[in-house]
């Protein structure tokens, strides 16, 4: 029988955790190895100066249109006012006055 010192011990524990990081250190690199995989897919195909952008270019339109028309409703509704102006000076005698 063979009798170890605390230093060998010791020695032996520190090859456990050394035997352990290495361990910790694989197991991410094989689980990260699909990731990269697909990082390099994605980087072959990208061209300097692009952009990708959202598709909000329609979203934009659209809403740059409902803000013209919005603003061509007074002029839209302006002959009605200028009959209801005209009605008024008309009838003026009939209406209640203050």
Known sequence: ??????TQLSAKNVNFDKIG???T????SV???PFAALAADVADDYEYGAV???GGLG????????AI???AV???LAPGEDAFNEMKEKDADKWRKM
């Open 69 to 71: 028309l919005t603003a």
């Open 52 to 54: 990708n952008a959202p």
């Open 59 to 66: 979203l934009a339109a659209g809403l740059g249109v409902l």
């Open 31 to 33: 689980i990260a190895t």
């Open 1 to 6: 029988p063979t009798t170890q010192t605390t």
């Open 25 to 28: 250190v694989a197991a991410a």
């Open 74 to 76: 007074p002029v839209l």
């Open 21 to 23: 990081n290495a361990a």
